[in-house]
DNA sequence: AGGGTAATGCCA
DNA sequence: GGCATTACCCTC
């Protein structure tokens, strides 16, 4: 057995004693060191290397039902591993989930003569340890021990310092055991008879001469839950509060006995759609539907790129292509970008599909949900998984077909340790397991759509809306001259001030009046929270920054607060300038916070609804909003990229983009293709029921590429350009690129670290003879965050293999190269 | 002599 | 990664 054990990124070999066994996947306890450490079973083989046949321990036990995952997964973990150059033990945690882990319980125990070994001892700490754990009977949790200390006014990090020195004194000893994991299957006790019907209702006679009613309708009910049962009942009555001393009289008179069950809890038990039959496909959805099905049974991991305007009708080919997948016994995985959007496509699979062959999986599950959606997806009861990029890991068994909506989007790639791709692992799954990979998107990734021109993936178009709709006509208003001081003060009353800046100019403005009257519906999109971008004063020209990061600080009105977006600093928001005391401290730039003020002030009798993340941080708050909004119990909806995405309102007639800007001046080399994805996406809202829809976009920059071609709906145009740029600046696809980021409290650390792995990747470079280029160090875009200076530099190379081989031969340096953080991201999608 | 501390190396 | 072992210095 090869149980990947310690921290270290390192198997290690264990026999098997008899009497337990095991399969890959397990997890066991095993001698490590002087300790006990939870491992996973990665392989089980006869042979091992005569060098460690020596040295080799039996595990000591299997922890039951922690059984996580196959070899197939094993491969692809360490596939994972290998290609984002991170621990082999990080990408275990992602197929075997951390609600199922199995936790260690440990165990301090004061040995017999204790007294005696701490004779000698000058530390009154350890001696006010030894007699606390004394206290508590010489064993005890380090948890409750610390808790018994807290009155000598001991932190928790230095009673563990303490005990980690009585242990090696030797006067406490540590005991390792099998705890219980954080999830368990819920288990309810329930009722049933256990005695003979004629029995019983004597019983019922008897009891009820006497009075005993509680007693009596117990026995009844159960009695009546047997009436359909032609045997004895499999499982009971649940115990209705107030009923418990009822139901232990009942058993101790032998009359009835409590039965456990296994039950599973249900995340939408609240929420049945009804069942919806499968509408007749167009042509388009029936010629897709038939190239991908074809493939679905012949298993030869083909892969498609949907390139499907918005409205094409997408959705519906999943559905069709996940039934053609159910029908020839094949499960399938359903890759959607985030929780935002489980809601809405969960109902589509669940008014489509059996509940209990539908399992979603996602972060605002609780973790006894997650649990048992995972146990479903496990023991082959769901065949349909539905869940955002941690679900290419799900433990589907006989995969037949993987699904990746809205291919382009970010939040597919992980932005911490393993930073893997799920496009990436989706498709080495795929070819692992013979399943059909099929990714679709209205604005695929510029990587994607150059691979699908490559052949690497069957390109499927299509162009039109179902039922013929038009894509909305898009209006692109210059906001130049919309609040150009010229035009302000040709509308100034004479003598009076120039008005104020407002949010909308005239022409989105009437707009809205014109849905309003005709109690259409409207989306607002603006990609930035708060009231104001910033506070600026206006006599000394100070701007208030978060204390931890290189930016300046977000105003929230509402609550009159200053926020930092990327750490949780916030303050209240000062009255006067913090620099010179000045009174004019003013709100510039734009927020969906100010947009909905805006929108009260000119329409005051518009129902508006904001989403963001500062009104979506309840759990469900996302899914209640839409529900509200789709019911038309408001008129308006406000907000930041959630409303961009995915989302299907019929009657939403006019979607305004107040500021297209603020995506585009983003210093990355994606920031026009994420902008052109926006922008689509977000037209893409409307017009989608039977009233055509139409699109304003509000914008300082009219001429700008990304903006031009998303207003006539032109991927083509957008991505021939786009990939000319790419190819001309050598950026992804033409090149792959490493971002090698440091990041420590104290710059100098920070420097030093980067510095030297500058010159050890320049030494890499020449040493390997691999073709590409290193450029930096520079300080990162965001050179500060979370009290963390940052420095980066850019690996870049015409081949992976090259990167890969110039990383790989200097990791061992990189990784003991300072102090200072390192990580290193391969195919970055961002590099701020 | 006992103990605190930082560097070093191994665990199967 | 955690822990034991080691070497070194400190204090009583």
Known sequence: VQVDAAGL????????????????????????????????????????????????????????????????????????????????????????????????????????????????????????????????????????????????????PKVAAIVSDLKRKGAVAEERTIGTPKAKTKIVRVLTLCADVEVVVEEIERMERRNAARQSALLRALLNSMDNASAAPTVGIAIAPGAHAAAQALAEKGLVTYLEVPTQRNPYRFYAPPKDAAPALTDAQFHATRAIGAHISAQDAKAFLIHGVTGSGKTEIYLDLVSRALAIGKSALVLIPEI????????????????ERVAVLHSALSFGERHDEWRRIKSGTARVVLGPRSAVFSPVDNLGLIIMDEEHDGSFKQDTNPRYHARDVARKRSLMSGAIFTMGSATPSVESF?????????????????????????????????????????????????????VFGKRLASAIAERLDRSEQTILFLNRRGFATFLLCRDCGHTPHC??????????????????????????????????????????????????????????????????????????????????????????????????????????????????????????????ERAFQLMTQVAGRAGRGKRPGEVIVQTFN?????????????????????IENRK?????????????????????????????????????????????????????????????????????????????????????????????????????????
């Not at 390192?10 to 002087?34: M, R």
């Not at 070899?71 to 990408?91: M, Q």
């Not at 302000?488 to 009076?496: L, Q, S, Y």
């Open 9 to 156: 990124n390192q198997p290690f070999t264990y026999s098997i004693p008899d009497g337990i066994k095991l399969t890959v996947g397990d997890a066991v306890l095993a001698p490590f060191g002087s300790r006990s450490e939870v491992g996973y079973v990665i392989k089980i083989s006869r042979e091992c290397s005569p060098d460690i046949l020596h040295k080799i321990k039996p595990v000591t036990a299997r922890i039951a039902n922690a059984a996580a995952f196959d070899e197939e997964l094993v491969e692809l973990a360490k596939w994972v591993a290998g290609e984002n150059l991170c621990d082999l033990k990080d990408t275990i945690k992602l197929i075997a989930p951390e609600i199922m882990a199995a936790r260690l319980q440990s165990t301090l125990f004061l040995v017999e003569n204790w007294e005696e070994m701490l004779a000698a001892t000058r530390s009154q700490a350890q001696r006010d340890a030894a007699a606390a754990l004394a206290g508590l009977g010489g064993k005890s949790s380090l948890s409750a021990l610390t808790k018994a200390m807290a009155p000598t006014g001991m932190a928790a």
């Open 728 to 832: 001309e600046l050598r950026y992804p696809p033409f090149t792959h690129i490493a971002n090698l980021v440091v990041a420590d409290e104290e710059e100098r650390h920070a420097r030093a670290r980067i510095d030297h792995i500058a010159q050890v990747l320049r030494n890499s470079i020449r040493e390997t003879n691999a073709p590409a280029q290193m450029s930096g160090p520079a300080s990162c875009p965001l050179s500060r965050l979370k009290n963390r200076y940052r420095w980066h530099l850019l690996l870049r190379a015409e081949k992976r293999s090259a990167l890969m081989k110039i990383l790989e031969h200097s990791l061992d340096q990189v990784n003991s190269s300072g102090r200072a953080s390192v990580s290193i991201d391969i195919d970055p999608m961002t590099m701020l």
């Open 450 to 502: 150059y691979a699908a021109e490559a052949g690497l993936y069957e390109l499927i178009s299509l162009p039109e809306r179902i039922d013929n709709r038009p894509l909305p006509p898009v209006e692109i208003v210059d906001l130049r001259e919309e609040f150009s001081l010229a035009a302000r003060r040709k509308e100034a009353p004479p003598g009076g001030e120039t008005p104020p800046r407002s």
């Open 547 to 672: 204390p931890n990061c290189s930016v300046s600080v977000t105003y929230h009105h509402a609550i009159r607060m200053l926020q930092c977006h990327h750490c949780d600093f916030h303050r209240r928001a000062p009255d006067t300038c913090p620099a010179c005391g000045s009174a004019r401290l003013r709100p510039f730039g734009l927020g969906t916070e100010k947009v909905e003020e805006a929108v009260a002030l000119n329409f005051p009798t518009a129902r508006t609804l904001r989403m963001d993340r500062d009104t979506l941080n309840r759990k469900g708050a996302h899914a209640d909003a839409l529900r509200l909004f789709r019911r038309g119990d408001a008129d308006i909806l406000i907000g930041t990229q959630i409303v961009a995405k995915g989302l299907d309102f019929p009657n939403v007639t006019l979607v305004g983009v107040i500021n297209a800007d603020t995506a585009l001046n983003i210093p990355d080399f994606r920031a026009s």
């Open 702 to 722: 009219p001429e700008h590429q990304s903006i031009q071609r998303a207003s006539t709906h032109d991927y083509l145009g957008f991505y021939r350009a786009e």
């Open 340 to 355: 935002g959007l489980t809601a809405q496509l969960l109902d589509l699979f669940k008014a489509r599909f059996d509940d």
